[in-house]
């Protein structure tokens, strides 16, 4: 009987002896990365899903060029690069060593491959934009390929940094939706379709290997789940956490730390500008002045994010403050409804997406144009009914939506876009622009198509979206900033 | 032994009371958010507190009641329509192929978890209170078609219904004019009832967004907004959430009382 209790009384004390070693062996090498979207597949360079790149991008995918969390573009698999002096072609300088993580070499005959699949006639690529100016990509010898443009484009360096121009290999192409086989610091292990995919350390890597050696990515799309994963410590880091109302208490928790960065998301309150009665500019800029940004943002994000007047991001140099352009001011946007021969109002809808920037700002929006007498019909819709009828269908009065994408104000020159904005003008200032290289000019050109946009009311101009993620307190390295949707966790490590 | 009754009246008109008062009066604008004054606790300006738009609570509660009446009643109307004609019908003609149609159709219909269904219905329709009451009428047809039958069957064997047969009438018109007045009582007792699961489906359908859209205040729709900010407001989820459940309990315990009431059967035996 006493021998019974003693070993009673020893069993459990030994599992929790046990479970603390555990625990710090596993604290120290390992990390749960939680996020809201699972990725559709993991191939970055046939998707526009950026869960796709928040899972892969810089971990297990690398381009020529690389964006750091702070916006700047750096080397990447090419370690130098020569440009001609007319800008019409640059000679990239590859990484020596580089192998994927299938052990195959990368060299310049991936990059051929990589950029000339992703400008074919028949490529998936989400951005072909991107890679729309090449005409030529020459293999010089294994580290060295030469690509040739069309016309100068000051932003190419920029272009390859982003996520769908990461470098893959022939030999892993077929399988890369369910198998990406990339250079990075992490390499990929398994997915779990609906709960998780696990990256670990490559041991093989090229360059500063990474300090983890295990990263589990899980996927939890409820706000409410995703409070619960944080607070029960189920989660070392929740990457663009769903509800920023929950924040104060991480902030106030001394477990957790609370990451507030910015992010390339301008939310916009889109007009369809075919659309009557937004075809009128009056009416366009009737809705601006109704609206209360500062309500909008302590409303519907709790006070998080950056009041916008243009389409760019506040963080960038080549800003304008162009707030002031559209003021909340409803006396001046019933005299201008009025002049629109609308003195009564109107009724339109308003597509709501679900995040809560859209949802809840859609529900004071809709409160603030009721003020002037537009009566705004709410219709909330999933993402996928609104890529149906709102972006593909152009079948809407009004939508709001982040832009995540950087630097994408050229959107504006494309009169098939959703909300079907059609200048010439603006059209001819973004293709001045693309051939630009000087970067003051490019600095004046972006001033004025900002400035454009403003002044033609396009869409309602909202707020820059913030990045925000909670992490465990020992959680280092994170980027708190979102130049571009990415999860890096190259240089992330554990405090201690 | 009518405390059910009473307390179960008193509830219920407590409700009926706040939905028929806010069409002339509510103590703010239900939809004016005045965001400074966001998430307050009930104090003497709101006396339910404000929400995450500083919305006037109590305002919305009393719109909300109106919104949540206004489904269950029209959804128990559409339920009571169409299902108490086709019991009339099933048990004027039992055991014909008529019967067998419409008793195998509401086993069908009875089939299908009702909210589930609920749900299909207003996502291929669109979400709406319009749909929500069409889709939780639909519910509501098997229940009195099957109560109906049952009640009528048992009468169609009386003697009185047997002189109005001899007399000439019609099937139709005994069901209408004789069977229906005698299963009244049953039908009064079972829309209460449903109209209390009317209520706690409209809540539901609303919690998932597929009721009353944005910016008409629903009860559902107030706990799933207020599903993130629980840790920090619970009066968000705790007003509406005693809303629905005060309601759903005042319309059962007058449904019991009813029964007690109007039952002859059980009046004789405590008699």
Redesign the interface.
Known sequence: MTHLQTRRRVGPALAICASMIAGQALAQDDIIVAMQLEPPHLDPTSAAAGAIDSVLYSNVFEGLTRFMGDGSVVPGLAKTWDISEDGLTYTFHLQDGVTFHDGTVMDAADVKFTLDRARAEDSVNAQKALFAGITDVMVVDPLTVKVTLDKPNGSFLFNMAWGDAVIVAPDSIDDIKQKPVGTGAFKFVEWSAGDKIVIEKNPDYWGTPAILDKATFKFISDPTAAFAAVMAEDVDVFSGFPAPENLPQFEADPRFQVLVGSTEGETILSANNKQAPFDNVKVRQAVAHAIDRQAIIDGAMFGYGTPIGTHFAPHNPAYVDLTGNSAFDPEMSKKLLAEAGLADGFETTLHLPPPSYARRGGEIIAAQLAQVGIKAEIINVEWAQWLETVFRGKNFGLTIVSHTEPMDIGIYARPEYYFQYDNPAFQELMTTLTATTDPDQRTALLKEAQTTIANDYVNGYLFQLAALSVAKAGVQGLWTNAPTQATDLTAVSWDK | MRRNLILGGILSSLVLLAALISFVWTPYDH???N??D?LQIPNAQHWFGTD???RDMFSMIMVGARTSLAVALLAVGIGMGLGVPLGLAAAARKGSWLDELIMRGNDLVFAFPSLIIAILITAVFG?GAGNAIIAIGIFNIPVFARITRGGALSLWEREFIMAARVAGKSSTRISYEHILPNVANLLIVQGTIQFSLGILAEAGLSYV?LGA???TPSWGRMLADA???V??APHLALIPGFAIILTVLGLNLMGDGLRDWLDPRLRVRRA
């Open positions: 939809a004016a958010m965001i400074p966001k995450h738009f500083g979400a967004g859209q944005p910016p599903q993130t900010m840790s920090f």
